[in-house]
């Protein structure tokens, strides 16, 4: 009797301590905002068997184009080769869409520091450079199935890269590392689609993501808001909902310039999740935010405008094959949305919510 008391005692203490320990697990950093160093525009991983990593640029553009570059590094363990690469979505104003990926070895890949150039192949002209944040270029001029792309955009007065504390954020065992590399900058240059080329100007916003495992392995879900008014007045959310998350805990965070002010607040857990349609597949429509500062959010989708994912190019058989293999494949969905927070009059702006499926 001894014996069983004592085994089921310890099997509840196990558990509590198992359900601590997952808690705690799922943390956003401590501490203050700070500058980023420098050296973290550059790759983080590019090692062991398994990593992810994303610079995710947003454009958002005065004639109501809009364009989204997503450089990547990669290495899906025993599945494929690593590789670095990009994804390109352009968002005409009249409504048409343009989506492009390309990949390339890992082994071609150009990190000049001293020339502040980050380029997936030597002879490809697929690159982001400039010191930041006193200048910086993006340029994409390839071509894919009949379609040319030429994207040459040029930001200036971008914002000092910020992070939350060191910017390593917790989930289980794994360190994820976050940037807002530029929480705001003024864009200009051109977006050319088969010869038709515009010339834009308006604003960007990019943050990097760094991992050494798979997003689809360790993520549910993960959601961006960007309002840019001007560049003393912004307000970013990027968040994401790990899969074994108790309480919907999140790791991310929210950033704010309002006059000279800079602020910068963790994102503690989503409270509410209401759902709707969105291309036929069941997407948030409102979420409901508490930040660690015990303050709420209500970010609100308002217009649907993009669905893309990469694994859409393979293959029944393929898709199924590499779904199985990496727990799920990475679906955006981007478009526009208004955030909600007590006291304050709604802002307009735009999401980008990604699902693992």
Known sequence: MLKSIFRILTAALFLIFF???????????????????????????LEGSYFNEFWNYQFYFDNGMKAHIVFSVANFGSLKSPVSGVRVSVYDHNGELYQLSREYPIERLVQDKDNHRFQLHPEREVFFEGKLPHQHRIVINTSK?????????????????????????????????????IPFAEAAGHVSINNNKKR????AYMDHTFQNQTTTRLMHSGYRFVNH?????????????????????????????????????GVKRIEQLHRGRAFNTSVPRIVELRLEDDSTLRI???????????????????????RSFLGGEVIDFRGEATLQESSHRPKPGDYNFFLVD
């Not at 601590?20 to 160093?37: E, F």
């Open 300 to 322: 609100s989708r308002t217009e649907d405008q993009e669905k893309f994912s990469i694994l859409s190019e393979l293959g029944w058989l393929a898709r199924r094959a590499a």
């Open 229 to 265: 008014l001007d560049q003393e007045n912004w307000d970013i959310l990027y968040f994401m909902l790990p899969k074994n998350s108790t309480n919907n805990r999140t790791i991310g965070y929210r950033v704010v310039k309002s006059g000279n002010n800079v602020s910068m607040t």
């Open 145 to 181: 199935d009949g379609v040319h792309y030429d994207i040459d955009l040029s930001l200036k007065n971008i914002s000092q890269a910020v992070m939350l504390g060191d910017g390593i954020f917790n989930v289980d065992s794994e360190k994820i590392g976050i940037v807002a590399h």
């Open 200 to 203: 834009v100007t308006g604003t």
């Open 19 to 45: 359900y601590q320990t997952a808690v705690c697990q799922i943390s956003n950093p401590s501490g203050d905002i700070k500058k980023a160093p420098d050296q973290l525009i550059w790759a983080q991983t």
